[in-house]
């Protein structure tokens, strides 16, 4: 594989030939507000200086600077929403391709009630052009997260309990290939990178276009419940959200096809930056269900709740993470029942780690529940997406401005991110040794434990793409052997295919 080198003045010179008969814009530090905004990042601790920046308004500008860059071996990075926290669409002097400036919009069918929308949109777009059609589409739980990162690495959202994963309801992808070529890839095209695409998509080119299925969708009863750190409290609310979700005998729990929560600690503003614990709960049925559902949560009288029926697109407006700061979010895997003194060793790691870093009490550490059917129902190697199981994500995201906290806030999410892969194997007999010497557990059927859009460093793509990745090698050496697309969870193509 040709090592990928930074763009220089020449490469801007014959790029902006190239790419003269299209609208695109090309534009270098010089041109600075521009440029600015194409290495913008959500957290700011993921930007880097790219050499210069590819603002595309077609697939066909895409195609030139690719086919261009994969002949000159240039560096590329690919922006969507620019939620990495990793730096994964981000270059250090390499050529980025920022989908997300003019690469946005939405076509809705509502006869299929499908939505096609452009590579560089963010779940905000795909909400607001459904819901005028009283549609909703499996999406992202934070509405600025974009499109394209979180449906190549799998996607989980409020709908998952409903509808399976984001990929599962993926039905087309426009794609740009390392070689140029503009291709579509669904069931009945290119069927082998269709699946690839789902959930290992970020290795084989510049998603265009997504097509997604979308369906009906009332009002929500969700919000969140904020509760003081009582270790009794504490105790209850898991205890009680472990009964919820727990399958019973039939393999069902009582959250089935309607339940999804989230249990963590946060510094609100609003409570002084004092610690607190929240459950956040989003019910599709009425608020009368609900309650009846998390009754015994409600029960214990929250000290602040903004339960109330929502419509999907302000659902997914609930977690609302400033803008501006610099967060690094790392993932773990857990599987009931939450043991409440497990929770509560946390809750001391994070008001320790707070209190010391004061410029992290923004920072966020979210168990997130959910009824797991839909995404079990699919195999863990029907498509690249290989962490299929009863099992669940938790997000360890610290936030920061001063950059002076970079290493002090990773380290912390590392050392979080330790304790939580403890528990997880805790008195377990599955745990293995993989051949390159990861240990770790795999769950049911082999998935992987691992979501990769969560754990975008220090995990492996072996890791992430557990059985599926031998078959991903021989993709990575039929659509992009020079392995262009390096910046997340790279696969080594499969020698001699
Ligand atoms: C605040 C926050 C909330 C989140 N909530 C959820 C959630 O509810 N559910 C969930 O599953 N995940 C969630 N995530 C994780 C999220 O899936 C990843 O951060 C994902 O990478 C974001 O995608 P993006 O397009 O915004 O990122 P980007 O930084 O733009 O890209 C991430 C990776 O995907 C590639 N990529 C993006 N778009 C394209 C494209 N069109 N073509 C080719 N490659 C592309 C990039 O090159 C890069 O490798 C959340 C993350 C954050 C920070």
């Not at 490469?11 to 695109?24: C, F, G, I, N, S």
């Not at 003081?228 to 399958?247: C, Q, R």
């Not at 020079?482 to 969870?489: E, I, S």
Request: include cysteine; hydrophobic fraction near 40%; charge should be negative.
């Amino acid at each position: 594989m040709t090592p990928k080198r930074s763009v220089s003045t020449e490469d801007v010179a014959a790029l902006r030939e190239l790419l003269r008969a299209t609208d695109a814009q090309l534009v270098t530090p010089e041109e600075e507000e521009a440029y600015t905004q194409s290495i913008r990042r959500w957290s700011r601790a993921a930007e880097k200086p790219a050499g210069a920046c590819l603002i595309p308004r077609s697939a066909e500008a895409v195609s030139i600077a690719l086919k261009y860059a994969s002949q000159q071996g240039l560096d590329i990075a690919v922006k969507g929403g620019g939620h990495s926290t990793a730096g994964a669409s981000s270059t250090d002097g390499g050529l980025l391709i920022d989908l997300n400036t003019h690469m946005r919009t939405t076509s809705v069918d509502t006869d299929k009630k499908t939505i096609r929308i452009g590579g560089g949109a963010t779940w905000g777009d795909v909400d607001s052009a459904l819901a005028p059609h009283g549609l909703a589409a499996v999406g992202g739980t934070v509405a600025d997260t974009g499109v394209g990162g979180l449906t190549f690495g799998g996607g989980f959202g409020w709908l998952t309990v409903k509808y399976g994963l984001v990929v599962d309801n993926l039905l087309e992808c426009t794609i740009v290939l390392a070689d140029g070529r503009i291709v579509k890839a669904s069931s009945t095209e290119n069927e082998d990178l269709f699946w690839g695409l789902r959930g290992a998509g970020q290795n084989f080119g510049v998603g265009i276009d997504f097509v997604f299925q979308a369906y009906e969708q009332g009002k929500m009863w969700a919000g969140f419940m904020i509760f003081p750190p009582v270790p009794d409290i504490i105790t209850k609310v898991v205890e009680a959200s472990n009964k919820i979700f727990l399958p019973g005998v039939d393999g069902k729990s009582k959250a089935t096809g309607r339940a999804s929560s989230g249990l963590g600690f946060v510094r609100p503003p609003e409570a002084g930056f004092q610690t607190m614990f929240f459950a956040a709960v989003v019910f599709d049925g009425s608020e009368e269900e609900g309650r009846e559902l998390f009754k015994e949560i409600v029960d214990l009288e929250p000290v602040a709740s903004t339960m109330a029926m929502v419509s999907y697109e302000n659902a997914n407006k609930l977690l609302a993470p400033p803008i501006g700061a610099r967060v690094s979010l790392k993932g773990s895997s857990f599987e009931l029942p939450i043991r409440p003194d497990f929770i509560l060793s946390i809750l001391e790691s994070y008001a320790k780690f707070t209190d010391k870093v004061s410029d992290a009490k923004g920072s966020q550490i979210m168990w997130e529940l959910l009824d797991p059917t839909q995404i079990i129902q699919v195999s863990n190697s029907a498509t690249a997406f290989a962490n299929r199981g009863r099992h669940f994500n938790i997000a360890i995201a610290p936030l920061w401005w001063d950059q002076a906290n970079d290493a002090v806030c990773r380290q912390w999410s590392r050392d979080v991110a330790k304790l939580l892969k403890t528990e997880l194997e805790r008195g377990s007999a599955e745990t293995a040794q993989s051949e390159d010497g990861w240990v770790g557990k795999r769950g049911e059927h082999g998935a992987s434990m691992v979501y990769g859009n969560y754990d975008q460093y220090e995990e492996r793509s072996k890791d992430v793409f557990g059985g599926n990745y031998e078959r991903l090698q021989e993709l990575k050496a039929k659509y992009d052997p020079d392995n262009m697309f390096n910046k997340l969870f790279a696969i080594t193509p499969k020698a001699g295919t």
